[in-house]
């Protein structure tokens, strides 16, 4: 293997296996992963110190917290609903920190439409980043199905230094194939969703039920587009997946029910490697 700029690999946390996460811990580093992120709950919030006890022990890297989004679209209206997504936002934050984790990532809206971008959103989203900044996180958005938002946060508080970008490659094909996110955000690119997907299945109509989480390869992401675009950037950072054995409600890659969990974890890795192939000396 010619081993290009970046040589570090990380996943998510796997579901449709059965298999714990914490347990997952120890396999993805045996396959040869240097990192991984995982999500966040509210109702479990020791979690993340038991992800991170146990990175720590198998010698894994926790690279980031990826914030629950369900009700994302509450932050740009006035209201109980949208205070308390803030504050949930908050204590996400928080537990971040205190698992050792640097980055919390997260959405900025959830599903095709949403309210408008608003005075009261972006100083909800200051406050979540504010504090973030006072317990050393930094916060990653995401690139979704709608680029207004996510345009107008990095506008307003794009000058703080713990504001940056998360880029997933499949959202990109899938939401917004028209626009080169990293043309736009490559400067602050801060961590990595790597997936693949088959685009648009409906001309026009931009739907979660495309964003299906392929391994790369599997799909119709450009993936030597990828890799010069993390060239363009100087993205020296780890190469993470995002991907899914098989989402409900997306279409789903038959192969991928036949592997184990350790099968789909390393051939995942391979796909990661053959990335990284593309890349530039
Ligand atoms: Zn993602």
Redesign the pocket.
Known sequence: MNMKRTARYGTNILGGFGIDGVEQIQIIKETGFDAFFTGWNRKDRGAVIRYAEAAAKAGLFYETVHAPFGKMNSMWVDGLEGDDWRDMLIECADDTAAAGVGIM?THVTVASTAPPPSEIGYRRFLEVAEHAAKIGVKIAL?NLEIPEHLAYLFERLGSMDNIAF?W?T??NLCYTPEIDMMELYGDRLICL?I?DNNGISIPGVITWHDDSHFLPFDGRVDWVGVAGRLDKAGWDGILTQ?VNRGKEGCEKIPAYSEMSYREFLAESLERLHRLNSLRAE
Do not use: A, F, L, S
């Open positions: 990532v995401e998360c997933d499949g959202h969703h997936n995002e």
